[in-house]
């Protein structure tokens, strides 16, 4: 399957309308201490949203949510993955991308068969504190080579150019948050964005199958 290039994360379904209004296609709803009711209405109305205007939805973290309320992609990390029940995220046909930040969690991703595999942070990052240092495009053509046909992820500290160069290197897609939360406009960005990975019209920068 191919996904879409661009693949902004949001805190609240409110950011996922203006994204998919900017003609986003794939977006994440990224959640952090939110109360059961909030989350459920939260994913609820991004659900519903993404649907109709026929986008891909990724739920970060809440799988047992994602699950009851019939959602199509979740994102887990290591240590989500530690407390998630994996058969129950399959048989419900929840499509899985998994995040990777060195060799053991590469393989333990692997293990469980994801969607995509994300590395990450590519750039520094200031949205959350990391123990890792940035990973730099060496490392995100060494991913893609190992992962071989999994969509490979790449996210921190990402700009439109910073993405080109990402896919330049091997990534599939680009993820990024705070470029677009943090900027002046962040319609125009996300537009940014998309004409610059080429799915607003042909691209400004060509991914390493263009090459
Ligand atoms: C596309 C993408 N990549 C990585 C992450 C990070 O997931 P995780 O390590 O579980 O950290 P939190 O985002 O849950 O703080 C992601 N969410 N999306
Ligand atoms: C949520 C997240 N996960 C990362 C990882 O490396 O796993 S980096 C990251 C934050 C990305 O935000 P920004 O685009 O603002 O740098
Ligand atoms: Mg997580």
């Known amino acids: 399957m191919s996904l879409p290039r661009f693949y902004p994360v949001f805190d609240s379904a409110g950011w996922v309308a203006r994204a998919l209004a900017a003609g986003v296609r794939m977006v994440q709803l990224r959640i952090k201490d939110a109360d059961e009711a909030t989350l459920r209405a939260e994913i609820t109305r991004a659900r519903d949203m993404a649907r109709a205007a026929g986008a891909i939805l990724v739920v970060n973290d809440h799988w047992q949510l994602a699950i009851d309320l019939g959602c199509d992609w979740l994102h887990l990390g290591q240590e989500d993955l530690d407390g998630a029940d994996l058969p129950a995220i399959r048989a419900a046909g929840l499509r899985l991308g998994v995040s ?40 995100v053509t ?27 290197a091997g990534a599939d897609l680009v993820a990024a948050v705070t470029d677009i939360t ?16 080429g799915e607003a019209g042909p691209g400004r920068c060509p991914g390493p199958r263009d090459i």
């Open 142 to 168: 060494e991913w893609k080579r190992r992962i071989g046909d999994v969509p490979l992820c790449a996210i921190g500290g990402l700009t439109p150019e910073r993405g080109c160069a990402a896919l330049a």
């Open 100 to 139: 990777t930040h060195d060799d053991a969690e590469l393989e333990r991703a692997l293990s469980v068969r994801p969607d995509y595999v994300a590395l990450g942070p590519v750039w520094p990052t200031i949205l959350k504190q990391m123990p890792w240092a940035p990973q730099g495009l060496e490392r």
């Open 182 to 197: 943090l900027n002046p406009d962040p319609e125009d960005r996300m537009r940014a964005w998309l004409a610059a990975v």
